[in-house]
């Protein structure tokens, strides 16, 4: 099978000529390579196959830039969604005809219609701010982050009810700024296992399987997931299956199955293909399990140039499924396995990594994962301080805060201020020291016994072991063979855990340096491409090389490096001395004193630092006053 799709103009359907129109296009070189065009008085827009735009996109050697955005999203940016496929006819997923009309449009500050089943949980607003590049052509459809709420463009879009696709019958995203609104889901797994049954139309429409569905298909669905007690546990084993237990492996070479015995050898005995295969295969397996499921395609959030800002390249193309909980709506999963060759910015959803079994029996139906307060929360506090009502007084009238002038009390405040504005200023230098600090302190193995175990011996009446290791005091040793005296051999840091360190510091000097990070780029791939940035000598080649080396074998494979933690160090010392020799003097000066990579961090403590600072401010502009009425 395979994913298509196809667009209708008004009351319209693509019929014969349309559809060959459609092949026809899918060979421009547009992103998803959407072609728009008129037929007459008819206004029919035609669009190629997805499942080709998507490959042509994944393996395009240039890997251009197709937008760029900004989002206010605390928690990290969620998806860009472009197309939601809703039929599969045994070969193929492809989305229903759209009927466009004129009450479709999408309106400047007019609200979209509500996302499907969205209606209880935690939710957060975000704001995004995308730009499209202007060498991107016949792009009709709206990447955007689901659920959007309103959308702010020029030009004539259109919006579909029921799975809230943004589309133009007319207009091309290329070269266009948008801003979008939206609301984002944050469901616990908990909630997800407990929602309730689905509404009619819904089961109608999203959990239809073909009688042409290999039985093969369905009696693994059911295999996969037997014991499962909630559909929540039955979606994560399928995920799980795909990513962790079942042997897949990311192939982009991998043709994507056209028929049915295609599918079952995918499934049983190839396990090789690339995001489209996966996301497909398990949205038809959720149906057959009676779980409502779609395939959404469209764009992972792409990598973090600056802080808040993001870039989308071709590569970062994907697709994955979407399933229907009462309750929550429609909510993301990503069974497309990770690897060297894998889509490196695809993200897990946390809903979707709960403590359930992977094999047969019986589960309790509660899945657990971590909970997190909404991002929403802090946003929509609105904290007022006593400075900021201090010009409510008429022009020209004195205050006895004003008459105290002459007593010297005024400059307190403004000393105060100026010293807490230093003191803000350090914080993200301090912050980034103390990070780089910390993740290689805690790489340093103890030999010492916890403190947990001392405290408790203490409180038995034990005597503390000895300074050097030795007996304790008043305690005859055991008899047993005699070793010479001389240091304890300290444990070896896990590997694993240097190799990560070393990466995420070299990650993080880059974009202290304004340097491009690709999360969707392997280790190697990265070494590569900074190398060639930056032409670095050969021994910051070398040292870069070693470092990807350590956190590639750290991720895809058993073994693990044998570069100790004191060189990975040393290279990334070597790597963060290139950088900063690469780029100008005032990059330079930012990387030390206000450093990107912690300014994300710092920004909601500098918010709140801010605050307590004006109401300190205006207690101490109130001192005078009140010590005068004393």
């Known amino acids: 099978y395979a994913i298509g799709g196809r667009l ?112 209880i949980g935690r939710v957060h607003k975000v704001t995004t701010r995308v730009h499209v590049r202007s060498e991107v052509r016949n792009m009709t459809f709206l990447p955007v982050p689901y659920a959007p709420t ?30 979008v609104e939206s609301v984002r889901a944050d469901p616990t797994a908990a909630q997800l296992a407990a929602a309730g049954g689905y509404p009619a139309d819904i089961v109608a429409h999203y959990t239809a399987v073909p009688k042409n569905v290999p039985q093969q298909v369905r009696r693994l669905a059911e295999q996969v997931t037997a014991g499962s007690a909630t559909a929540l546990t039955q979606a994560v084993r399928l995920q799980r299956w795909f990513t962790v237990t079942g042997g897949f492996s990311y192939d982009l070479s991998a043709p994507a199955p056209q028929k049915g015995s295609d599918l079952v050898d995918f499934l049983l005995h190839s396990k090789r293909g690339y995001c489209e295969q996966y996301a497909a295969s398990m949205a038809l397996m959720a149906r057959i399990l009676g779980i409502p499921s779609r395939v959404a395609m469209g764009y992972t959030p792409g990598s973090e140039v600056r802080p808040g800002e993001w870039v989308v390249r071709s590569r970062d193309a994907h697709a994955w499924p979407e399933l229907y909980f009462q309750g929550t709506g429609w909510v993301r999963f990503e069974p497309t396995p990770s690897g060297a060759a894998g889509q490196g910015t695809a993200v897990t959803p946390t809903y979707s990594r709960p403590a359930v079994s992977t094999g047969g029996g019986s589960d309790s139906g509660s899945a657990q994962a971590p909970d997190s307060s909404a991002a929403g929360d802090a946003a929509t506090a609105s904290p007022t301080t006593g400075a900021r009502h201090r010009d409510d007084q008429a022009p020209g009238s004195t205050t006895s805060a004003q008459e105290a002038e002459d007593d010297g009390f005024t400059a307190t405040p403004w000393l105060a201020g100026a010293l807490l504005t230093l003191l803000l200023m350090g914080v993200p230098m301090a912050l980034r020291s103390f990070t780089r600090r910390r993740r290689w302190a805690a790489l340093t193995p103890s030999t010492a016994l916890s403190s947990d175990i001392l405290s408790r011996a203490r409180a038995n009446g034990s005597p503390d072991p000895a300074p050097d290791g030795g007996p304790l005091p008043g305690v005859r040793p055991l008899p047993g063979p005699e070793f010479p ?22 990650r993080a000097d880059a974009l202290d340096h304004g340097l491009e990070w690709r999360a969707s780029d392997s280790p190697r791939a990265t070494a590569r491409r900074l190398g060639e940035l930056l032409d670095l000598d050969g021994t910051s080649t070398q040292a870069i090389t070693r470092i990807a080396r350590a956190e590639e074998l750290a991720r895809y494979s058993q073994s693990r490096s044998a570069e100790p933690a004191e060189r990975l160090r040393a290279d990334v010392r070597t ?9 100008g003097r005032r990059t330079r000066w930012r990387a030390r004193l206000l450093p990107p990579s912690t300014m994300s961090q710092t920004r909601a403590a500098l918010r709140a630092a801010t605050d307590r600072a004006l109401d300190v401010t205006a207690r101490l502009n109130d001192l005078p006053t009140r010590l005068r009425r004393r």
């Open 8 to 119: 209708v103009g008004t009351e319209v359907c693509i019929r014969g000529r349309a559809e060959h129109a459609a092949r026809l296009q899918a060979r421009d070189r547009g992103v998803f390579g959407l072609g728009g065009g008129s037929g007459g008085d008819n206004r029919i827009v035609t669009t190629p196959d997805p499942l080709v735009s998507l490959k042509r996109e994944l393996t395009r050697l240039d890997d251009s830039v197709v937008l760029t955005y900004r989002t206010d999203d605390a928690e990290g940016p969620d998806y860009l969604r472009l197309y939601a496929l809703d039929r599969f006819d045994g070969d193929r997923w492809t989305y229903s005809p759209l009927k466009s009309s004129a009450k479709d449009r999408v309106v400047y500050g007019q609200t979209l219609p509500p996302p499907p089943g969205l209606s």
């Open 575 to 583: 790597v963060r001395e290139a950088f900063a020799a690469s780029v």
């Open 485 to 506: 005296p001389g240091p304890r051999r300290a444990a070896r840091p896990d590997p694993a855990r240097v190799a990560h360190a070393a990466w995420q510091e070299m």
């Open 150 to 179: 309103s959308v702010s463009i020029r030009g004539d879009w259109r919006v579909h009810p029921s799975s809230l696709m943004l589309y133009s019958l007319r207009d091309s995203a290329g070269g266009r700024s948008y801003t």
